[in-house]
């Protein structure tokens, strides 16, 4: 049988994607390689197959029907270091009215509604008053209205069909359930027991985050939300009128309709470069520690699609970066959508990527958000795909041996488009052959029985500042790739291994860690093997930012 090890990576555990003898099986979930800002433009530019702009209006304006007939404003932001909007198309719809009260050209800056794209402000809010302490405490200790039904589940005439159990519906949970009249409607379904939309939650959650910090939800939102994030383009109600693009009448649009106390849940108005900087605040941790953002993005439950997870308030899809040869090869993607009348909103996080992008539409669009999402993700992520693992040929690949004397030490560094990560095709210590010696010591097999014994590096996005540059912490996933594979039965499957992530130690530190070292430009001077203590050195690093002198060792790919 096959064997792997699988790591930890932004919180989220690895996966493997064995899919024949012939291609490397073992792939980590989370980001797999490091990308410098210089060439995310390269995925937006006409240098590259990628070329969002063309690809995006070609089929707005042959594939589509009806394309005059809405406003929208797309755009595509990113934490990396470099700009933080990346693209962004706005149009305006030829049929606005002529006496429209809005905007008549739309730009970033325009006001659309939110509809329930409002929820990630809410529980963002929340989360930024109060964290996730009170995520299992039961929401009748929080909203008076609800106390009455303390402890009611535990008596006996208690009926479970015909009334909810609050006492099991806690914080994080919040059923699908109508505040007003809540002592006469029917539960949905048992707490805990399967997602269900609901938009009374969020009102409930802001009638809890009120009882808790003991001011209205409003001034939690403009305080921890609103003001640092200078969203001066976002608004809990009342927007003017002059800021938005209003596709028809106020009263038709319902532009200044209320939602009232049930705002919480989608009564919200904001320009896309709002909502993009708001998603770069949460892919950068701006309001909110790192670990409570990595809480807040986790699932809480599964849908009927294998794909697809709800957190709160996100949907998150796992998307199949290659079918064919490494089906569990995925990026997970999280979105909330809105819709609001003649109003469509969403908000798009590639956290492993560090990208995102908002959908802004008004007025009879012939298309939905989540097919302009398809639009946009059939080219991005492809191309920030080719892009990473063509900086990462740059930076990384090439030989690597060690100084003083070590004897016949080395490693090599490689990337193949078909394989995830960094390839290492060769590892000697001191004559030793690791790859074989790493799964001998991981699996107990005997060098005889292996195969094809391979390793693959994948960045943990942990980094650290050194006087000369970065130090960036890679894991390893060293497996046998010569077997059958097993495929996905019922239980057993390829996938398996991932209690085995640090599974080989020397003097407790893990044989499948390795720290490059790059220097104050960017280039990478060196790799250390943590339980080996050794450090392997770059031969011929000039030429790395860009210039034709190129290693002659540099630049090599796997074997395929």
């Known amino acids: 049988m096959p064997v792997c090890i699988v790591t930890r990576l932004f919180g989220k555990i690895a996966a493997c994607a064995r899919h024949s003898p012939r291609t490397t099986a073992a792939l980590l979930s989370g980001a797999q390689l490091p990308l410098r800002p210089t060439t995310l433009k390269h995925i937006l530019s006409g240098k590259r197959p990628f070329r969002i702009s063309p690809m995006y209006s070609s089929i707005l304006m042959t594939n589509i029907t009806g394309v005059d007939l809405f406003s929208y404003s797309l755009q595509i932001f990113s934490t990396n270091p470099g700009s933080p909007l990346l693209w962004e198309r706005h149009r305006t719809a030829k049929d606005l009215p002529s006496n429209t009260t809005g905007v008549r050209k739309v730009n970033g800056d325009t006001v659309y509604r939110l509809g329930s794209v409002s929820k990630v402000f809410t529980v963002l809010t929340f989360l930024a008053e109060a964290g996730d302490v009170y995520w299992n405490s039961p929401i009748t200790k929080f909203v008076p209205e609800l106390a009455k039904f303390a402890g009611r589940s535990s008596q006996v005439d208690f009926d479970p069909v015909r009334e909810t159990d609050w006492d099991d519906i806690t914080i994080g949970a919040l059923a699908s359930q109508f505040f007003n009249g809540l002592d006469i409607m029917y539960p949905s379904y048992a707490p805990w027991q399967t997602p269900t939309y609901s938009n009374v939650a969020y009102q409930l959650l802001s009638y809890a985050l009120e009882n808790i910090t003991g001011k209205p939800f409003t001034d939690s939102l403009n305080d921890r939300i609103i003001k640092p994030l200078g969203l001066n383009r976002t608004f809990y109600d009342n927007p003017p009128e002059e800021y938005g693009v209003i596709p028809g009448t106020v009263k038709d649009t319902y532009w200044a309709v209320s939602l009232g106390q049930a705002s919480p849940g989608g009564n919200m108005y904001a320009s896309a470069s709002d909502l993009s900087k708001l998603g770069r605040a949460i892919l950068s941790s701006k309001i909110i520690k790192p670990a409570l953002t990595r809480r807040w993005l986790n699932p809480v439950t599964f849908a009927s699609d294998f794909l697809a997870s709800i957190s709160s308030p996100w949907g998150i899809r796992r998307i199949q970066l290659d079918r064919i040869n490494q089906p569990h090869r995925t990026l997970s993607v999280y ?18 990527y560090n990208l995102g992008f908002t959908i802004m539409m008004a007025g009879n669009p012939p298309l939905s958000n989540f097919y302009g999402a398809d639009l946009l993700g059939q080219s991005l992520i492809p191309a920030y795909d080719a892009v990473a693992r063509d900086e990462a040929d740059r930076l990384f690949s090439g030989t690597y041996v060690q100084r003083d004397g070590a004897g016949n030490s080395t490693i090599q560094i490689t990337t193949s488009p078909n394989k995830p990560g960094l390839g290492i095709s060769r590892w000697l210590s001191n004559g030793t052959d690791m790859l074989y010696m790493a799964l001998v010591l991981q699996s107990g097999a005997l060098p005889w029985q292996l195969k094809i014994p391979e390793a693959r590096l994948y960045y943990t996005l942990l980094d ?36 085995g992530v640090t599974g080989v130690t020397y003097g407790s530190l893990p044989l499948d860690e390795f720290i490059f070292e790059r220097d104050a430009r960017g280039n990478v001077v060196s790799v250390e093997n943590l339980a080996l203590r050794a450090k392997y050195w770059k031969l011929c690093v000039k030429g790395q930012n860009g210039s034709r002198d190129r290693s002659r060792t540099s630049g090599l790919r796997d074997r395929e």
């Open 335 to 352: 979105t909330k959508a809105g819709t609001f009348r003649r109003y469509t909103a969403l908000l798009t996080l590639l956290k492993d």
């Open 464 to 499: 650290s500042k050194t006087a000369n540059g970065t130090r960036q912490s890679f894991k390893a996933v060293f497996e046998d790739t010569g077997g059958p594979a097993v495929g996905q039965q019922l239980w057993s499957t390829d996938c398996g291994a991932w209690v």
